[in-house]
T-cell receptor, first 113, second 115 residues
Framework: EAQVTQNPRYLITVTGKKLTVTCSQN?????MSWYRQDPGLGLRQIYY???????DKGDVPEGYKVSRKEKRNFPLILESPSPNQTSLYFC????????????FGSGTRLTVV | SQQGEEDPQALSIQEGENATMNCSYK?????LQWYRQNSGRGLVHLIL?????REKHSGRLRVTLDTSKKSSSLLITASRAADTASYFC???????????????FGQGTILTVHP
């Protein structure tokens, strides 16, 4: 089944403890993105990638890192999580730049205490 | 920065009625997308309309795009309780109105369809 898989689905962690949220797609998509969704603020793009080793900042990149060493994987790294990074995170991928939509993962609900 | 802004923020209708949601954006684009999100779940792509298209249909969905007014509308005809969800428009955030992977979402319209 064609899908974007995020792990974990839920995570509670403590301030400052490095964590990685994994994202993998099995559709050979070029484009991948990370978003966070917060009440009243909608979805905001954190980072995106156009291909292997090509990434760029979205609207809210502070406090996050990404890497794209393989086409299928696009992990989101929080080196030193803080409570303001408590949010619902989504990974998404697309084959086309401007001709098709993105396929979203099921989300990761992160709580930083 | 918010490129797309949806209106209304919330919409409540009865089953069988039509639902119309609007999206306005600020800069030139080469396409606009609509997505649906059921509560707390991942977004689902509904439809993409290009800047040279004025109207597009997909099943019970009808999307219009007016580039002169920088606005789009999503019409769901003969709505069903299963259409209850949040609906978002998304626009490319790259130079020249294209994407290169950068996509900006509006804050969404919450649609409730009562049986």
């Amino acid at each position: 089944e064609a899908q974007v898989t995020q792990n974990p689905r839920y995570l509670i962690t403590v301030t400052g403890k490095k964590l990685t949220v994994t994202c993998s797609q099995n559709m050979n998509h070029e484009y991948m993105s990370w978003y966070r969704q917060d009440p009243g603020l909608g979805l905001r793009q954190i980072y995106y990638s156009m291909n292997v080793e090509v990434t760029d900042k979205g609207d809210v990149p502070e406090g996050y890192k990404v890497s794209r060493k393989e086409k299928r994987n696009f992990p989101l790294i929080l080196e030193s999580p803080s409570p303001n990074q408590t949010s619902l995170y989504f990974c998404a991928s697309s084959l086309f730049r401007d001709r098709g939509g993105y396929t979203f993962g099921s989300g990761t609900r992160l709580t930083v205490v | 920065s918010q490129q797309g802004e949806e209106d209304p923020q919330a919409l409540s209708i009865q089953e069988g009625e039509n639902a119309t949601m609007n999206c306005s954006y600020k800069t030139s684009i080469n396409n606009l997308q609509w997505y649906r999100q059921n509560s707390g779940r991942g977004l689902v792509h509904l439809i993409l309309i290009r800047s040279n298209e004025r109207e597009k249909h997909s099943g019970r969905l009808r999307v219009t795009l007016d580039t002169s007014k920088k606005s789009s509308s999503l019409l769901i005809t003969a709505s069903r309780a299963a259409d209850t969800a949040s609906y978002f428009c998304a626009t490319p955030g790259g130079a020249g109105g294209t994407s290169y992977g950068k996509l900006t979402f509006g804050q969404g319209t919450i649609l409730t369809v009562h049986p």
